[in-house]
């Protein structure tokens, strides 16, 4: 079985406590696009881990953890986040494509320098490299772990890029430039660090498909920020689609079966672009401190997120987007302090009501159509079973499956790996 787990809106949909408990099931599970930009929060019998670049199945002794060929990998946080694991004395198995693209110094740098370019424009950038770094992949200046053991090959590209990016750094942001051999020098690092994981992965998985190994697929942010069917341009620079882990692992796209979108009870973003039903002032910020385990304050950055009432429109693209074979519905217990609650149910743009997810021009003219739902107003942790949740609980969930149009088949209601209601 070849399974995926995927955000439906933003990210921060609440997808480490998922993928933790699916990866305790799995033989491998492989981060297929993203990098250390946006953080998966996994609370389980080991401790409390905010996993960046890790797979999620770095918990299980059983599972080997890949890190995919579409992945942005900076090595340097890569190791920090191994020892970190490894004190909590957990010693995952772990490879690295030989595939995989390495994040550079230069990277992070000129993320910082172009949203301190734009001012008050920025994307609002978690400014980890990402944006620089997938440009200089599909510009074909990118380095492969690979070539780090070739030193003809990577001078030769280090040379190139010297010369490209220093032109950029003088002339654009007035900026220090680049020096080749420190950069060499870097890379040899690099190579010392990253070498004991780098493997061919794609054989690997190709073997594993054909022994049927369980095989888990985790992705990074959500739908909403994918750069083609996300809110572009504040987007992420890799796809965040399920369909795409089928060229970010190396997988005949044929073979996954299972789709698995993770959605919150409520909406919650990170970083800038539109957000239909997102809520403000002393409302905003008592969801804020009632959201997640600690409050809704990002994984990677600690900035506080954006929060609103459930979007169905935006959820249910998401969904679609995503092709979703199921919907797991977390933080459910978030919402018991409230009396009434809020959900989106469509857009009004210009007058007109629509249920349709439009492009961002049209998207930034959208207002909220909001039903109100009476609250439950009582803590539903701890419960195990669908049935002994309040009415007003279940009406909640199921008026939200039925917008959506695919099932709901795990509800979340507290933090902990365990605190899981299965329907």
């Known amino acids: 079985m070849i399974r995926a787990i995927v955000g439906a809106n933003w990210g921060d949909e609440g997808k480490g406590k998922i993928t933790d408990m699916f990866a305790e099931k799995s033989d491998i599970v492989i981060r297929f696009q993203g990098g250390a930009n946006a953080g998966h929060t996994i609370i389980n019998e080991h401790g409390r881990f905010a996993l960046h670049l890790m797979p999620s199945g770095v918990c299980y002794d059983h599972t080997t953890c890949i890190i995919g060929n579409g992945v942005a990998l900076d090595i340097n946080k890569f190791i ?17 494509s030989d595939r995989a693209q390495i994040l550079m110094p230069y990277h992070i740098k000129l993320d910082e320098y172009e949203e301190e370019r734009l001012g008050k424009n920025a994307f609002g950038s978690t400014k980890s490299g990402i944006a620089p770094f997938f440009s200089d992949k599909f510009s074909k200046i990118g380095i492969q772990v690979n070539e780090l053991f070739d030193e003809e090959t990577l001078r030769a590209k280090l040379n190139n890029i ?34 004991p994981y780098v493997c061919d992965t794609h054989k690997y998985i190709s073997e594993a498909i054909k022994e049927g190994k ?20 504040m987007v992420t620079s890799s796809s965040t689609l399920a369909g795409y882990g089928a060229v970010g692992a190396g997988i005949p796209p044929h073979k996954i079966e299972d789709i698995v979108v993770v959605t919150k009870a409520y909406s919650s973003a ?4 539109e957000f239909v039903s997102e809520i403000f002032g002393d409302e905003a910020q ?25 979007d169905c429109v935006a959820s249910r693209y998401g969904i679609e987007c995503q092709g979703a074979t ?13 009396e009434e609650i809020k959900v989106c149910v469509a857009y009004d743009i210009d007058g007109k009501i629509t249920k349709d997810f439009p492009t961002t021009h049209e998207l930034k003219k959208a207002k909220p ?12 942790r701890g419960i195990k079973n669908y049935n002994e949740l309040p009415k007003e609980t ?3 969930v199921e008026f939200i499956e039925n917008e959506m149009g695919c099932n709901i088949t795990m509800v979340s209601n507290g933090p902990e790996r365990e605190a899981i209601i299965y329907r």
Not at 177 to 194: A, H
Not at 270 to 273: R, Y
Request: aromatic share 10%; with cysteine; net charge negative.
């Open 286 to 310: 008592e969801l804020r401190i009632h959201g997640g385990d600690k409050g809704e304050f990002g994984a990677t950055t600690g900035r506080p997120r954006r929060v609103g009432w459930f």
């Open 162 to 195: 010297c010369t490209l990016k220093n032109l950029t750094l003088e002339h654009v942001y007035h900026k220090p430039l680049l020096d080749e051999e420190e950069l060499y020098n870097t890379c040899m690092e690099y190579k010392e660090k990253i070498a």
């Open 369 to 380: 159509v909001l039903k109100t739902f009476k609250g439950w107003h009582c803590d539903i």
């Open 214 to 233: 369980n095989i888990l697929l985790e992705g990074q942010l959500g739908t909403l920020k994918d750069p083609d069917f996300g809110i572009y341009p």
């Open 270 to 273: 990170v970083g800038a672009g």
């Open 394 to 396: 279940r009406d909640y």
């Open 326 to 338: 199921q919907v797991v519905m977390t933080a459910l217990d978030c919402l018991s302090y409230l």
């Open 80 to 96: 920090n986040e191994l020892e970190d694991v490894k004190k909590a004395g957990l010693n995952p198995k772990l490879l690295v």
